[in-house]
Structures are given as C-alpha cells and as structure tokens.
C-alpha cells in the first residue's frame, strides 16, 4: 500500500449519495478567508458542511482536482480551508477554485486538535463508505465525489460521518 493512500482522511464518509450543485443564495453567509468571493457568486465552492458531532474542534477543507493519479493524494490538494468549529453548524466554508473545471472536496472535523478514531469527515457527492473502506484505507469512487464549477460558486453540501460501533454515519441528533 503506498504512503498516499495511508493518508486518506480517515473517517471521512457520506451516507447520502449524489451531489446537490445548486447557486449560492444570497442569504448564504460563507466563512472562511475567501469568504467575498461566493458572496460575490465568484468562481468558487462553497462547503455546506452540516452532521457536527461537537461543537468544537477544527474543520479543514481540501480542494482537489478530479484527477485519478492526484486525487487524495498527500499534497495534492489545490487549496486548503481551516476553520474553527463553534457551533454544531452547519457552516458554509468558502473555497476558491483556480478555473472551471471538475473538482473534489474532502472535509475533515478534527474534534480535539489531532487526528483521532473520534474525528468525523466527508466529501463532496456524500458517497457511503464502509468501515472496511476506512480500516483497508480505499478512496471514495472520482466518479461520485466530482463535481463541476464554471463561472459562479457552487454550493457542495457535505453531510459528516463518524466511525460509530461497527459503522460509519453522521452523528446522532
């Protein structure tokens, strides 16, 4: 097994499957560095991350290019988004995108500031992951995880999804 799939953001997995890829309503009030730019309906995503285990905690955002050889791979990602978690959300993270193009979002909760079994995670698409997917380390299908951005930002939901007893889904409640 090579190193970069060691890395794959561990539970990190949807239980809903397909991609809601609608425009940002003007109402959304998008965080995060980049935030003017789905405020301006900009090129760019924006994460609607929802399923909050804990209020607390980080949430990190990683942009990638659909790509088979790059995608999820360690340092491959084309932009990196960290917020702090305050609220059990959801929270709309903005992420600028570099062009129109296809592209994947992985988002990781980091509950108590590392790596964890009691991290959650997810991507776009909400593709379901199994336990096995997390303990063989398999990446999520491209083909369910893509999505694309031309001109304005785009609103990617993605529900969190923790390892739970034998499984992996969002939290409770």
Do not use: W
């Amino acid at each position: 097994m090579s190193n970069s799939v060691r890395n794959f953001p561990l539970p990190v997995l949807g239980a809903v499957t397909g991609a809601l890829l609608v425009f940002v309503p003007a109402s959304a009030a998008p965080a995060g560095p980049y935030s003017e730019l789905c405020s301006a309906n900009k090129p760019a995503v924006l994460a609607r991350i929802s399923g909050f285990k804990a209020p607390r905690g980080t949430i990190i955002v990683k942009l990638y290019a659909s790509n088979p050889k790059t995608f999820l791979e360690k340092g491959t990602y084309l932009r990196k988004v960290d917020m702090p978690v305050h609220n059990a959300g959801p929270i709309d993270v903005c992420v600028p995108v570099p062009e129109s193009g296809k592209y994947v979002l992985s988002v990781r909760h980091e509950i108590n500031g590392g790596k964890s079994r009691s991290d959650g995670g997810g991507f776009s698409g909400n593709p379901h992951v199994s336990l096995m997917d997390i303990i063989f380390q398999r990446k999520p299908s491209l083909d369910k995880v893509s999505f694309s951005v031309d001109g304005a930002t785009r609103v990617i939901p993605v529900i969190l999804n923790y390892i739970e007893g034998g499984s992996v889904r969002p939290a409770a409640g």
